[in-house]
């Protein structure tokens, strides 16, 4: 097995110059990727962000991690693929998930599988500067994009739950696997994604998969467990909640959360957040939470958690902060400080 490779997610939420160096310094302490997220009213926007990190980097990977097929017609999405990744040289790579914050908080529905699958094949065909075609004034005339992408630009699906592991194991080029970092959880997930892509004539080996975990490296245990009650509540609202109850984790939760500007996953005061997840978290669930689900702990916990994701096949890691309007310095150091020796 070759070394693990080690991304981190960037959000653009400072000015972009900012963001930029940030992903210079990334590259510089070995990173294999800088995943930036998508979502209009949180940050700046991903595609020129990403336009502006592939300018001032020279080997990073490029990640746009997660877009959606809804907020932005397919055709815009593949022109901005094909455009950043002339500028990055060919190091882009693109992630699409159902929808949350950019969607829900439009009054649009995330998209159901069935589109995704269409939307991916469709995507792949416009970025190798096929035909497609689309009803209105032009009379359904066949376009394609003149500067259509120089490669096969790798594109991956974010899943948690089964049916969605299933199909990114089918359609995608890679996953970004986010149900759980324990063994167990990790092959469960796995599993989904291998019997997906058997379905495909593909074998695990074809498919990137990437482990996602939040990420918090610290000295206080108990610190870091009431830190991911946020998270923890926000995985039972996403679809994960057959991860959690695999790991004893049996819970409740509104579709929405009241009290919290724009939701509990991207809260703007994360100590509010918490106090929120609180009322529907208990301490021992969240505890079950930081050790199955996440990359939160000491940095002993840390290094001994990414060891068993590793032995159960994981090659890929997407290292995530809690805050949303933070750079992660917290995830890089713990990445140069617990994680860096994996990479060597």
Known sequence: MSAPRFGLRLPPCAPAREVADFARRAEAEGLDTVWIPDSQFLWHDVWTTAALVADRTEHIGIGVAVTNFETRHIAVTANAVASVDDISGGRVKVAFGTGDSSVKTIGKRPTPLHRMRDNIALLRRLLRGEEACWPGPYGERPMRLRRHASRE??????????KALALAGEVADGVILAAGTAPPLVERGTGFIRAGAERAGRTLADLDVVLAA??????????????????CLAMAQLGAGAALRAV????????????????????????????????????????????????????GQLGKRVDGAIGAGIESFYLLGASSYQLPHNQLDAFASTFARHNR
Do not use: N
């Not at 939040?214 to 998270?231: G, I, M, N, S």
């Not at 009241?258 to 509990?264: A, L, N, R, S, W």
């Open 153 to 162: 630009v790798p594109v991956y699906m974010a899943a948690s739950g089964p």
């Open 214 to 231: 939040h990420t918090l490296v610290t000295q206080d245990e108990a610190d870091a467990v009431r830190q991911v009650k946020p998270l």
């Open 248 to 299: 004893g984790i049996d819970i409740e939760v509104p579709d929405v959360v009241e009290g919290v500007y724009p939701d509990i996953t991207h809260a703007e005061s994360w100590d509010l957040a918490v106090s929120i997840a609180d009322r529907y978290i208990g301490d021992d669930d969240a505890e079950r939470f930081a050790t199955h689900l996440t990359l939160a702990g000491t940095p």
